[in-house]
C-alpha cells in the first residue's frame, strides 16, 4: 500500500507547496502569459503533475496512471454529459429559431440598455442555469445570448463568468452542500445557513461590481436602481431560502425572483442615459444558424485590443406575441421544472452502481486522515445529464422540431464542445493525480499551517480545488474536512471554516480551465482561453481577497453570526 507523503520536499512544508504548486503555474502561466489554447494548458499541467507525483511524491506509477484514468471517467460521466445535454438543449432552441425569438422577447420586453441586459441575462438567467446544470453551461448559454444582443463575445465571456460566483455553491439543487456534509459529517442544513451568510454580499455587490468594470464608475449614477433590484433582490432571497426555507431551493427561488422583479421593475423604470448604453441588436452568434438559416458574421482575430465590432443586420422581427413568448422561454422553464423534479424524487439514485475503481480503490493510505483512500466511481445512468437529456427530447417533440434539425443540433453540439471535453478530461484527470498522490493535501497543510490568519487564507484552499477541477462539489469533497481539521486543531469554528471552502471555490470558478473553456464554447473565443483567464484572474483574486477578510470578520468580530 503507497503511503501519502505529505512534506517530501526535505520534509518540509513550504518548500513542498512550491513544488506541488508548480502545475498548476504551469496552467495559469500557460493559459494567462503565453496564451496557448486550454487544453494545451492542461495537457502540460498533467505531464508536470504525473512527473512530480511519481518522482518526488513517490506515488508508483501504476497507482498514478489508474488516478488520473478515474478522473477522466469522472469528467465524461457525470460532468461533460450535463454540459453535452445542456449544449444540446441550447441548440435545439437555436436551430428550431426559439433562441432568436427567446432574444426578440427581451428587445421588445426589455429596454435596450447593455447595463440592463447584462445584469438581466448574465447575473439573473445565469443563475438559474447554475441552478438546474452548471459545470460553465450558464457561461456558454449566457454569453452567446448577450453576443446576439450585440456584445462583443471578449466582454459577454468574461462578464458572465464573473456572474457565475454567488449561485455556485448552492448549483444542482444543493449539491456542493450535501457533499460538504458527507465529508465533514456536519449538518448540510447548518452549513448551507452559513453559506447563505456569505456569498449574499456578493449577490449584492456584484452587479455594481460588474457595472463598473464594464461602463465605468460614472454609469451607475443612472443604472444604481436596476443594479439595486437585481442584487438585492437575488441577496435577499439566498439568505432567506438558505437559512429558513431550504438550502436546495436557493439557486431556483433567487434567480426566479431575481428575473421577474428585474423585468417588473424596468416596466415602470428606465435609466436617463439609455441612448448612451443602448444596445445594438444587429448581430448574430457566429458561424451558428438559426431557425434553420444561415446567418454568418465574419471571424475576425481577436485580442486585447481588438474586439469585433457587431456586424450590421436587418433588424429583428415584429414583437413575439404571447404565445410565442411563451414558446420562447418553454425550454428553460422546463428544464427548471424536470431537473427540480428528478432531484426531489431521487431518480438519479435508480440503478446506480457504485464501483471500486480497479487497483486503485484502498490501494493508497491516506497519512492525513489514518485511513485507505477509497477510489468508488458512482455510475448513474439516470444522473442529471440524463434528466436534461429528458428535457431535450421534450423540447423538440412541442417545438415540432424536425429530425434533421435535431440531429444538426447535435453536430453543433459537437462542433463546439469537442476542445472543452478534451479539457475538461485533461484537467479534471490532473484533479485525481493531486488527490491520490497527496499533492493537494500537502497544499492544504501547508496553508493551515499559518494559524491565526488561517481564517483569510481558507478561502484559497477552496479557490485551489475548484481551479483545478472546476467543480464547488469537487471541491469540497476535496478540502472540506480538512478546513475542518485545521478549524479544531486552531480553535476556530468548524461551521464557518467548512462553508468557506464552498464559497472560497465558487471565487476560483471564473478562472478554472474547465469552466472557461466550456463558457467560450459558443463564441469565437475557442482556442483563446488565455485571454479570458487574464481579463479574470484580478476579479478572481481580488472578490477571494474580500471573503477573506468576511471571513476573518465573522470569526472574530461577530462569531455570533456563526449558526449552531
Known amino acids: 500500500m503507497f503511503h501519502q507523503l505529505l512534506s517530501p520536499v526535505a520534509n518540509n512544508f513550504f518548500l513542498s507547496f512550491v513544488v506541488g504548486f508548480i502545475s498548476i503555474l504551469v496552467v495559469l502561466i500557460l493559459l494567462g502569459v503565453l496564451r496557448r489554447p486550454a487544453w494545451q494548458a492542461a495537457l502540460a499541467g498533467l505531464i508536470v503533475g504525473f512527473l512530480i507525483a511519481v518522482t ?3 506515488m508508483p506509477v501504476g497507482l498514478a496512471v489508474s488516478s488520473t484514468l478515474n478522473g477522466f471517467v469522472f469528467a465524461l460521466l457525470p460532468v461533460m ?12 432552441t437555436v436551430r428550431s429559431g426559439k433562441f432568436d425569438l427567446f432574444r426578440r422577447w427581451m428587445i421588445y420586453n426589455v429596454p435596450p440598455d447593455k447595463r440592463i441586459l447584462l445584469l438581466l441575462i448574465a447575473f439573473s438567467f445565469g443563475a438559474l442555469l447554475e441552478g438546474v446544470a452548471g459545470f460553465g453551461t450558464p457561461v456558454a448559454i449566457g454569453s452567446a445570448l448577450l453576443v446576439t444582443l450585440g456584445f462583443p463575445a471578449v466582454e459577454a465571456v468574461t462578464l458572465t463568468l464573473m456572474f457565475n460566483t454567488t449561485p455556485v455553491a448552492f448549483g444542482a439543487l444543493g449539491a456542493p452542500v450535501i457533499t460538504l456534509g458527507a465529508v465533514t459529517g456536519l449538518p448540510p442544513g447548518i452549513l448551507g445557513a452559513m453559506i447563505g451568510r456569505q456569498l449574499p454580499i456578493f449577490g449584492l455587490i456584484l452587479p455594481f461590481y460588474a457595472l463598473i468594470f464594464y461602463t465605468g464608475i460614472r454609469s451607475l449614477r443612472t443604472a444604481w436602481p436596476v443594479a439595486l433590484v437585481a442584487g438585492l433582490s437575488f441577496a435577499l432571497t439566498q439568505f432567506t431560502v438558505s437559512n429558513f426555507i431550504n438550502y436546495q431551493l436557493t439557486d431556483v427561488l433567487s434567480a426566479l425572483i431575481s428575473l421577474l422583479c428585474v423585468i417588473a421593475f424596468v416596466q415602470v423604470w428606465k435609466p436617463a442615459d439609455l441612448e448612451q448604453y443602448r444596445a445594438s441588436f444587429h448581430s448574430v452568434l457566429p458561424g451558428v444558424q438559426m431557425g434553420g438559416h444561415d446567418e454568418v458574421v465574419p ?14 443586420l436587418p433588424e429583428p422581427a415584429a414583437k413575439p406575441s404571447a404565445g410565442e413568448a411563451v414558446l420562447a422561454w418553454l425550454p428553460w422553464v422546463l428544464i427548471a421544472l424536470v431537473v427540480i423534479i428528478w432531484t426531489v424524487a431521487s431518480v438519479a439514485l435508480v440503478g446506480s452502481s457504485p464501483i471500486k475503481w480497479p487497483g486503485l480503490h484502498n490501494a493508497i493510505f491516506l497519512t492525513l486522515y489514518k485511513k485507505p483512500y477509497a477510489a468508488i466511481y458512482s455510475f448513474q445512468p439516470l444522473g442529471t445529464g440524463t434528466a436534461i437529456l429528458l428535457t431535450v427530447v421534450l423540447t423538440a417533440i412541442i417545438l415540432r422540431l424536425s429530425p434533421a434539425l435535431f440531429l444538426q443540433a447535435l453536430a453543433d453540439t459537437w462542433k463546439q464542445l469537442r476542445f472543452a471535453i478534451l ?5 479534471i484527470g490532473l484533479a485525481y493525480l493531486y488527490n491520490y498522490s497527496g499533492m493537494v493535501y500537502t497544499l492544504g497543510l501547508a496553508i493551515a499551517s499559518v494559524g491565526a490568519i488561517f481564517p483569510f ?16 462539489t469537487s471541491s469540497n469533497a476535496l478540502f472540506g474536512n480538512l478546513q475542518v481539521v485545521a478549524a479544531r486543531q486552531l480553535k476556530l469554528s468548524p461551521v464557518l471554516m467548512a462553508a468557506t471552502n464552498s464559497s472560497g471555490a465558487v471565487m476560483g470558478k471564473m478562472v478554472s480551465p474547465q469552466n472557461v473553456t466550456t463558457g467560450v464554447s459558443t463564441t469565437d473565443l475557442v482556442g483563446k482561453e488565455g485571454l479570458i483567464v487574464r481579463r479574470t484572474i484580478v476579479h478572481s483574486l481580488i472578490l477571494a481577497c474580500v471573503l477573506g477578510v468576511i471571513v476573518m470578520v465573522q470569526q472574530y468580530l461577530i462569531p455570533g453570526i456563526i449558526p449552531h
Open 56 to 58: 518526488v511524491w513517490q
Open 299 to 312: 471571424r475576425t482575430p481577436i485580442g486585447e485590443k481588438d474586439i469585433p465590432a457587431p456586424v450590421d
Open 457 to 472: 487564507f481558507s478561502v484559497f484552499l477552496g479557490w485551489i480545488a475548484c481551479f483545478l477541477s472546476g467543480s464547488d
Open 81 to 92: 454529459w450535463i454540459v453535452w445535454n445542456a449544449m444540446w438543449l441550447y441548440n435545439v
Open 423 to 427: 479539457t475538461v478530461v485533461l484537467i
